[in-house]
């Protein structure tokens, strides 16, 4: 019986899609669980586009995103956003705008083939070897912002991404996109106990010392993954210096999203 499955996202996905029948699953993950960059969103996306196929469905990705935020908001009850759904179902470089009520809307960010490369080559991506529930972290996150305590900062943040998409699009340089998220995240820290730590702190100081632009640590805070914009001939300086950041995963970015990569009609 479904309601004998532990995992939540599998659980929560045939519930949804009204699967009873037997299916056999198998899950390959390159990444750690829980570590901010939002596996579990992914998941429950590509599962989603899995169960439509075995329906013998094609769908949408926006109808694939709303419903895994469907899935995860209202039938799990899990404190999540929406942007790791959308992304995931999606893919590519967006600017994902939010609205009330629920309404939002993923739009290309059209920028050249080199610019896009000049990106990838410097982002560093390291995992702390922290994983958290990031439930706890969110929720605290959630209860300021409803009573109102975070309303300077959201609006400091707001305005930070208005300043980053300006220079996103004159192609600014990665120093200047650097300082805008090193400033995004002071905001961050400051939206919920716990979101940063003293040893989490040390560790972004010391990147920054080594050349790093700026960064954030990914995902609700509490651990995960970290991410830093530096000039490439910076990078192994900045991984010597940072000895507890045992995984440096490349970075590119994915511009199909959520596929069906095999499909046998029999």
Known sequence: NNKDIRHPSVHGCLEYLNISNGVEIHHDGDLPARSGIGSSSSFTVGLLNALYALKQQMVSPRKLAL???????????????????IMAAYGGFRIIEMGTNANWDAKNMLLP???????????LLGFSGISRIAEQHAKNKIDNIKRGKTNKVLQTIYALTQEALIAFQDQAGFDEI???????????????????????DDLYQTAIRNGAYGGKLMGA??????????????????????????????????????????????
């Open 67 to 85: 419903e895994a935020i469907d899935v995860e908001q209202n039938r799990l009850k899990e404190s999540v956003g929406i942007q790791d759904q």
């Open 113 to 123: 083939t080199e610019y896009l490369s000049s990106l990838e080559n410097h982002v």
């Open 178 to 200: 650097g300082r805008l998220l090193d400033q995004s995240w002071q905001c961050k820290r400051r939206l919920a106990e716990g979101v940063s730590s003293d040893w989490m």
């Open 221 to 266: 805070g509490g651990g995960g993954f970290f991410f830093f914009l530096a000039p490439p001939e910076k990078h192994e300086k900045i991984r010597n210096s940072l000895s507890q950041i045992k995984v440096w995963v490349p970075f590119k970015i994915d511009n199909t999203g959520s596929q069906v990569i095999f499909y046998n009609g029999n």
